[in-house]
């Protein structure tokens, strides 16, 4: 394996602590080393340039049946988009939902190595692992929906935590999934029936639960179980005026409860695109932020993350496994809809939406998004996201970056909106003056995340030990530079290394790496009641049989397992 | 001796049963039997066992025999034709894995190929009314466990998807639905007094070529608004009984097939199908699906939908990717003389295309990829046979609810047959010689 030393950079690292020093990064053998330990190795000249550890996504819809609804029912988003095969690069196409090709080599561009695809619908995860598969460079693992499932429905109803992690141990295995994801608990289930539920003590029908007592017994199965990620909400009543007191309510539903992992993490719950869960008012009318009240919980609580969601004014692709959501927004902006409910599982849809900025409430949700992170006391817990593409094509992430870190591209922006002064009447963003540092975006997007995903041992950081995953940009932080100069720079990594492998080099993709699918092996005790359910319901209710269920290993080439002991 | 394998997945029909039970020898080389399958599936097992089966590939002599050949050679003849035309075309693709699918994804991005598949003249209309209206479906299973208004207009299940009626739609007992087929309505619209629409509460007879106004009718019906006495042929009386009796359910599922996507109308249609699914849904839960064909069919527009973003008729040939139905479409490709090579595979034009297209595929370098003797392989310069998918090899297949299952391997192929995916990859490897790259 080669050996390189990125050297002279000004480096930005929260896992070693450097704040845009002036350092030396080797790298030997897939990882990063001391300097001491390479002999001769290629040099890349980082003087004057930014030197980061390579990004790590919480949360965004990039591979699986939704996501390719969204391509295959929107040939409009690849209208002037298409770009040939050329060199290593495959032909790519698409804006909000681009191809898996196009997925992989722009996240790398941006110098992101790993994503983690937030939905995946049990019954579709060979759909979604073949799609991962066929997205390059990336590492990445996908996440299991389980708050509307029916087995965990039925356990959670008699406070069956164990049963429930057991289950859970055993679909992560079937699935080959990564974590406890929740959309919308017992609201998708109720949309079965086109219902929904719209507070966290909304009962389910039929399943006689509520949404709290799904929320908070997968809590507790995932610390039961001691998985590397905790339990990822999507919440109740997404997208409605008001609806930052269910955020808050469901918010508490993790206090008290403490995190029982090996794997580093601190919190017990993250919620995902916090922004769209942040709304006050009672009506689009006197639609307003609430994202103090809601920052001001998060930053108290310290057993808590979240992501930001935040609106990049784009015309994009929304796609949710919360379908009750979807078919209200396509009530309100009558574009198409498209919807799949999955027997015993979950549900979704997908509708595409415009940001505009000429449109109040977008311009009020745009605040909001950036808002969370501004306000936010502690950047390892609040991570940089659009949900993508719901709130906006993660190809925006350095957009979001430059707003952050620029007042003055904030004001620009804001004073560009047609309904400027409504919308700063509706938000505090034009009141908030601080400007983040590249230590504090590298918390946000690098470590930050990959702590809380239980991966800080293999992600996040540049210290020796860690994979070599390592972007550097042509960026120098101590000269002046005007705000688009961000934007320009975290577009188009100038080096990226993945796991060692040089696969980005003077802007140019010349690799497409050496990409790996990380799922959750959690052994349980046997458990023969759950084991007998699962049997009965393959019988009964499923269209397939157990057998023709679990996905089998030649749908990951490449993966990365992670073992986690939960018997005792 | 022989042992029994189970749950096998039926490589026939969009409805992908996964219950099959096959009975082979304890060697793995004959299949013997076949359980719970329907009659086509049961026989497309049956026909692997075929004793005059083709096992090598052949080429056609100027006096129109066969000369076999060897899979060498007919890799060096299909790598050459693809790379010397300008603008070839790669049809097909059906029936067989999504692992030679993507493959062949690859080869026509390398060569600049036209690639499409039997939606082209099947279900393509209705993934253009999906562009234009999105569509509210869910799994077969929530049919199963949950409807109890089952509306199939333009589709004959009964002998098209045999087993679907039992499994999915009419006759099963589901979670919410214990009391199967008693507590469901069915409608039927078909011109034809079908085997389906004998099972039907309603059959509405509609006059041929007039659904689209028949969907209107229950929109109109749906919203209590005043209907002529007749639509499409049908009393408004009994379109206002339909429309209250699909109201009155608690989840309503409409599959629809050939007959509306193919008559008169064609896309429109469907756009009027997905437009009464969700005036519906204003009333009750209601979703909509199609009925798939070939048993992967759905998923070569998945595979494409990923690596390239659409679902069919996509044209490569600019070194991107270009999608428009009605240029890109292997017929009108065909007849205008557009393209001037052709390879198919998984799946049977010479069957199913107009004569006109047909006589080009003869008068082109051509081969068909498929285990069969076919109306195609007789027009085309070489055919290769291949090892059946989901007989004698597996690999991914999506249902026609898009959900995908691994199809098995139960009975060994022929000495020395290669499979589709092996074929088309040592196709590729043979592509990238020639070019030099």
């Known amino acids: 394996m080669a050996e390189y030393l990125i050297k002279n950079g000004f480096v930005f690292d929260p896992v070693i602590g450097i704040r845009g020093d002036i350092a030396d990064i080797a790298i030997k053998d897939c990882k990063f080393v001391e300097t001491s330990e390479v002999k001769d190795p290629k040099v890349i000249d980082a003087a004057g340039k930014t030197v980061m550890a390579g990004g790590v996504d919480v949360h965004a819809h990039v591979a699986g049946p939704k996501v390719n609804v969204g391509r295959n029912f929107r040939p409009e988003d690849k209208l002037f988009t298409y770009k040939p095969r050329s060199g290593v690069e495959r032909m790519q196409g698409g804006f909000s939902v681009p191809t898996t090709i196009r997925t992989g080599y722009n996240y790398a561009r941006m110098g992101y190595t790993t994503v983690m695809e937030a939905a995946m619908p049990p019954l579709y995860a060979r759909h979604t692992h073949e799609e991962i598969r066929d997205t390059p460079i990336l590492d990445q693992g996908a996440y299991p929906v389980f708050g509307n499932n029916w087995f965990v429905l039925e356990y959670l109803r008699n406070d069956e935590i164990e049963n429930t992690a057991a289950y859970v141990a055993w679909l992560l295995r079937a699935t080959k999934g990564y974590a406890v994801k929740v959309v919308n608990p017992g609201g998708t289930e109720a949309w079965g029936w086109g219902l929904n539920c719209e507070n966290i003590h909304d009962p389910v029908p039929y399943f006689n639960i509520t949404p709290a007592q799904i929320v908070k017994g997968l809590i507790e199965a995932n610390e039961y179980l001691g998985l590397p990620h905790s339990m990822h909400i999507h919440a109740n009543n997404l997208g409605n005026p008001g609806n930052y007191t269910t955020t808050l309510d469901t918010f508490r539903l993790s206090e008290g409860i403490r995190p029982r992992s090996k794997f580093g993490r601190d919190q017990v719950m993250h919620h995902t695109h916090v922004q769209f869960h942040s709304y006050g008012g009672d009506s689009w009318a006197n639609f307003e932020s609430k994202a103090p009240e809601i920052i001001d919980y998060v930053n108290s609580h310290d057993n808590i993350t979240i992501d930001l969601g935040a609106v990049t004014l784009d015309e994009t692709t929304t796609m949710t496994a919360d379908g009750p959501f979807e078919h209200h927004l396509t009530e309100l902006n009558h574009l198409k809809w498209a919807n799949t409910d999955v027997e015993l599982e979950t549900g979704s849809g997908v509708v595409p939406y415009i940001y505009s900025p000429s449109i109040k409430v977008c311009a009020i949700q745009w605040c909001i998004g950036l808002e969370l992170a501004l306000l936010a006391k502690d950047p390892m817990r609040v991570f940089l996201s659009t949900d993508h593409p719901n709130a906006g094509p993660f190809t925006r992430y350095p957009r979001i970056m430059k707003w952050l870190m620029s007042e003055e591209a904030r004001n620009q922006q804001i004073d560009s909106f047609k309904y400027r002064d409504k919308v700063i009447d509706a938000t505090n963003l034009a009141g908030i003056d601080r400007e983040l540092d590249l230590y504090e975006i590298a918390q946000m997007t690098r470590a930050g995340p990959a702590k809380a995903l239980g991966l800080s041992q293999i992600y996040g950081g540049l210290a020796p030990g860690l994979d070599a995953d390592v972007a550097v940009y042509d960026f120098n932080p101590n000269e002046p530079y005007a705000p688009d100069d961000i934007e320009t720079a975290f577009s188009s990594a100038e080096h990226l290394f993945k796991t060692g492998v040089q696969v980005i080099r003077d802007h140019e993709i010349v690799s497409n790496g050496n990409k790996r699918t990380l799922w959750v092996n959690a052994k349980v005790n046997e458990n023969p009641q759950v084991m007998r359910d699962v049997r009965e319901k393959f019988l009964r209710y499923y269209t397939v049989t157990l057998n023709n269920y679990e996905v089998s290993g030649h749908y990951l080439p490449n993966p990365y397992v992670i073992e986690v002991d939960a018997t005792q | ?437």
């Open chain 2, 1 to 437: 001796m022989s042992r029994t394998v189970t749950d096998v997945i039926c490589p026939f029909c969009g409805t992908l049963c996964d219950d099959i039970e096959v009975v082979v020898s304890d060697d793995g080389r004959k299949l013997h039997e076949v359980y719970n399958a329907c009659a086509i599936g049961a026989e497309k097992f049956l026909h692997s066992q075929a004793k005059d089966r083709i096992t090598r590939p052949r080429m056609r002599q100027d006096d129109g025999s066969w000369k076999e050949i060897t899979y060498d050679e007919a890799i060096d003849y299909t790598a050459r034709i693809l790379v010397n035309a300008k603008k070839p075309l790669m049809y097909g693709w059906s029936s067989t894995n999504c692992e030679a699918q993507a493959i062949g994804s690859e080869i026509g991005e390398v060569v600049g190929a036209v690639v499409d598949n039997t939606a082209t003249v099947c279900h393509g209309t209705s993934l253009i009314a999906v562009q234009d209206i999105g569509i509210p479906s869910c799994t077969l299973g929530e049919v199963k466990n949950r409807a109890d208004r089952i509306l199939f207009w333009g589709c004959n299940p009964a002998h098209a998807h045999p087993r679907h009626m039992s499994r999915y739609s009419i006759f099963p007992r589901g979670f919410f639905t214990g009391k199967g087929h008693t507590a469901r309505k069915v409608i039927v619209v078909d011109p034809r007094p079908t085997d389906t629409a004998n099972v039907a509460d309603i059959h509405l007879q509609v006059e041929q070529g007039r659904d689209y106004e028949l969907f209107d009718a229950f929109r109109v019906a749906f919203k209590g608004e005043q209907l002529p006495d007749f639509v499409a042929g049908i009393p408004k009386e009994k379109i206002y009984e339909a429309a209250e009796m699909l109201k009155s359910g608690r989840f309503v599922i409409i599959f629809f097939g050939m007959g509306v996507t193919q008559s008169l109308g064609k896309n429109h249609n469907i756009d009027a199908a997905i437009a009464v699914t969700r005036d519906l849904n204003e009333y009750t839960k209601a979703a909509i699906m199609p009925m798939r064909g070939h048993y992967n069919v759905t998923g070569s527009g998945q595979v494409w939908g990923w690596l390239f973003g659409f679902p069919y008729a996509v044209d490569l040939s600019r070194g991107f990717a270009r999608y428009n139905p009605g240029e890109t479409t292997a017929n009108d490709l065909l007849r205008r003389d557009e393209v001037d090579a052709v390879l198919v595979i998984a799946s049977d034009p010479g069957a199913h295309f107009p004569f006109s297209s047909v006589r080009k595929i003869y008068e082109l370098p051509s081969v068909a990829i498929d285990p069969h003797e076919t109306p195609t392989t007789e027009v085309c310069k070489v055919h290769v046979p291949v090892a059946f998918v989901g007989v004698e090899v597996g690999g991914c297949a999506y249902r026609m609810d898009n959900v995908p299952i691994e199809t098995r391997k139960v009975v060994e192929p022929p000495d020395g047959m290669m499979t589709d995916e092996e074929f088309l990859r040592r196709v590729l490897e043979r592509i990238k010689e020639l070019q030099g790259v």
